[in-house]
T-cell receptor, first 110, second 110 residues
């Protein structure tokens, strides 16, 4: 238990579906992150939020839309995804640079 | 930009010692992290180096040479449960973002 909870753990969706991934942290951290982990590729940073404000968008396609309503919650809204978007999506939080990861949401796009 | 290299796979024997190397070329440096990730689980923090030298924590040690852009993770008295991926990550100057290497998958054999 890392203090970062992600739901759902597994998601299968078609290319025309709209779905959302949710992340909640119970650590009182100010920064939250979305990372993408694909097979045989490094963890790729997608978005960074500090104090609910987006501070980094790492050239992510607009079919991924983040939302951070408060410092404890982070969402990733998914729309018209492609099969190559199938991956493990990891949420993390931090206070002083050390990342605490959630278990991830395994996404499969058909 | 950031470039972080580590071997893709390593195999070692239970009870032995293994060293996992990481080299980096980054536009800014504010510390290096090692994470462990078991299959299907979240990455978990192992160690952090910001100054040159060796940091020891039980069976695990991590070394950093900033002038050489080089770090290693040393695992002693290997156990079967040490079979996992080991991720090297460099923190940027602002201290908010980690850039990860591709990870080293370690297989411990009896």
């Amino acid at each position: 238990e890392t203090g970062v909870t992600q739901t759902p753990r597994h998601l299968v969706m078609g290319m025309t579906n709209k779905k959302s991934l949710k992340c909640e942290q119970h650590l009182g951290h100010n920064a939250m992150y979305w990372y993408k982990q694909s097979a045989k590729k490094p963890l790729e940073l997608m978005f960074v939020y500090n104090f609910k404000e987006q501070t980094e968008n790492n050239s992510v396609p607009s079919r991924f839309s983040p939302e951070c309503p408060n410092s404890s919650h982070l969402f990733l809204h998914l729309h018209t995804l492609q099969p190559e978007d199938s991956a493990l999506y990891l949420c993390a939080s931090s206070q002083n640079g050390e990342l605490f990861f959630g278990e991830g949401s395994r996404l499969t796009v058909l | 930009g950031q470039n972080i290299d580590q071997p893709t796979e390593m195999t070692a024997t239970e009870g032995a010692i293994v060293q996992i190397n990481c080299t980096y070329q980054t536009s800014g440096f504010n510390g290096l992290f090692w994470y462990q990730q078991h299959a299907g689980e979240a990455p978990t923090f192992l160690s952090y180096n910001v100054l040159d030298g060796l940091e020891e924590k039980g069976r695990f040690s991590s070394f950093l040479s900033r002038s050489k852009g080089y770090s290693y993770l040393l695992l002693k008295e290997l156990q079967m449960k040490d079979s996992a991926s080991y991720l090297c990550a460099v923190r940027d100057l602002a201290g908010n973002m980690l850039t990860f290497g591709g990870g080293t998958r370690l297989m411990v054999k009896p």
